[in-house]
């Protein structure tokens, strides 16, 4: 038998022949890089898009956990202050300004624990004051006037938070008190207003001097918007609340009944009364004259929160305990 010998060097040549080059094994083509690129832009794009939604959600949710506290913290104030509500003093529901720009003012004597936020004056009464300042009026605040009779400063400041009042003074007309109480509201001797302007504290915000910071002792938060204060009686017959303010008032022809010198006529009922007949300045009073015809309930709405989506708020006081 013939035997075929093998060539070494052939079947080496052969196999090298026959095998690829390392660079042309590892070439990545123009095509699969693009593509490459376009899936890597196309992760960072989503992982964008999700951090940008997961830090509006977060700073959403910061702001409504920091809205609800001071809600909180404003509805606690309102009912603390209106606990101490006394009908031997007066309860008002008025608008500084008129038409579709008036805004809602609550204004009520009160017996409960005052501290003065600008000196060291203590009472045990006060004037409350809660209402909307600044312009626009988005400042929400809450300005509680203590009764000092004995307050032995020379010349008191009108910014103080004090004045030379007792309840005794409210009362010292016992014929048409309704009248100097409004006129103890809305008058002032230096001024000619028409309408009559309330007299609203100074707020300034952002505070860029001392004198702001001084005067920011009424301040509760800013913006608040579509402040609504409404007042309630069960009705005669069904025992359902109905609530009345300008909008709704109790009764349509208000604007009719004159001044505030109804109480000096045992048979009107009706609260409300025109301030200003030329201007239609809504105001619903109630004095110590007639204890039966306060309300029996408060209800004050009004939305917090910056931004395009504020949150509404709510709260009602029972005014019969």
């Known amino acids: 038998m ?5 060539n070494p060097a ?6 090298r022949r026959r095998r ?15 593509v490459a690129m376009g899936v890597l832009v196309l992760i960072i794009g989503v992982f964008n898009s999700l951090m940008v939604t997961c ?3 977060v700073k959403v949710s910061q702001g409504t956990i920091k809205t609800n506290a001071e809600a909180r913290a404003v509805m606690l104030r309102i009912r603390a202050d209106l606990q101490g509500l006394t009908k031997e003093g007066f309860l008002a529901i008025t608008y500084r300004g008129v038409g579709e720009d008036a805004v809602p003012c609550l204004i009520f004597t009160s017996v409960n624990s005052f501290q003065s936020m600008v000196d060291t004056n203590t009472a045990n009464a006060g004037r409350v004051d809660f209402g909307l300042t600044g312009d626009p009026a988005t400042v ?4 509680a006037v203590l009764q000092v009779p004995d307050d032995a400063t020379p010349d008191p400041d009108p910014d103080d938070d004090h004045e030379r009042l007792s309840l005794a003074d409210y009362r010292a007309n016992t014929q048409t008190p309704r009248t100097d109480i409004a006129d103890i509201l809305f008058s002032d001797p230096a001024v000619v207003a028409n309408p009559p302007e309330i007299n609203l504290p100074e707020i300034d915000q952002p505070p860029i001097t001392l004198t702001d910071i001084a005067g920011l002792w009424p301040y509760m938060t800013s913006g608040a918007k579509n402040l609504k204060i409404q007042w309630t009686r069960p009705r005669p017959i069904t025992g ?14 208000w604007t009719d009944r004159g001044s505030a010198d109804q109480d000096s006529n045992p048979t009107e009922d009706w609260p409300e009364f025109d301030l200003d007949p030329d201007n239609d300045v809504y ?7 007639k204890k039966d015809n306060w309300p029996t309930a408060l209800r004050i709405q009004m939305e917090l929160g910056e931004g395009d989506s504020p949150r509404r708020y709510e709260v009602i006081v029972d005014l019969t305990r």
């Open 240 to 253: 359902k609340l109905v609530w009345y303010d300008s909008q709704r008032p109790f009764d349509d022809a």
């Open 2 to 6: 013939k035997r075929t010998e093998r």
């Open 283 to 289: 105001c619903a009073l109630w004095t110590f004259k």
């Open 55 to 57: 830090q509006r959600v």
């Open 140 to 143: 929400l605040y809450r300005r």
């Open 20 to 34: 690829r080059s390392p660079s042309a094994a590892g070439a990545v083509t123009l095509t699969e890089l693009m």
């Open 10 to 15: 052939g079947a080496a040549g052969g196999r």
